[in-house]
């Protein structure tokens, strides 16, 4: 699973449509097509300009994503998650979470988006347990439904195969 990690590719994304939503999370998908990047590697004069002087825009959002692989980017604003810890804990929650559903998400560029505020009064510490389960619990529902709708016909991580929630993806 590769890393969103400019503003063009989180855009691109975002772009891409909501293909799920949980009360606090976004997913957000925009396909990448294999037989494009196939096709412009076998005839490159019909491939999009990809020169120095060329723009992302004139490219498409295919030249965004050199590796055809999965994509994902966590967006986690100040506005809904003010302490950088709790921030930075969403986001590991949101890549574990992610590369356990790695292979029954399709070749796409994804973007988990932190929609809304979780409750201070109910998660009085910046960074808990009980935050990190009902994190990992609706990104579970989240990434269960999106890949339902992509057609991934297996059923979702058992409890028992996944990393418990304190512990850190590396």
Do not use: C
């Not at 389960?133 to 409890?159: D, I, K, S, W």
Request: aromatic share 6%; glycine share 8%.
């Amino acid at each position: 699973m590769q890393r969103l990690k400019t503003r063009p590719q989180f855009q691109a994304a975002m772009a891409g449509g909501t293909v799920s939503r949980t009360a606090h999370f976004a997913l957000h998908r925009l396909v990448l097509d294999a037989a494009v990047g196939s096709a412009a590697a076998n005839n490159p004069a019909s491939a999009a300009p990809t020169g120095p002087g060329s723009l992302p825009s004139t490219q498409g959002p295919q030249a965004l994503f050199a590796v055809p692989d999965v994509w994902l980017g966590a967006m986690v604003p100040k506005r809904w998650a003010r302490r950088a810890v709790t921030r930075n804990t969403i986001k590991r929650q949101i890549y574990t979470v992610g590369a356990a559903f790695e292979a029954r998400l399709p070749q796409a560029a994804h973007v988990v988006r932190l929609r809304t505020a979780f409750d201070r009064k109910q998660f009085v510490s910046a960074t808990s347990d009980q935050l990190r389960q009902a994190v990992r619990a609706e990104l579970l529902q989240l990434f269960g439904h999106a890949a339902r709708r992509a057609g991934g016909g297996a059923a979702a991580p058992t409890p028992a195969s996944q990393a418990p929630a304190h512990e850190v993806a590396p």
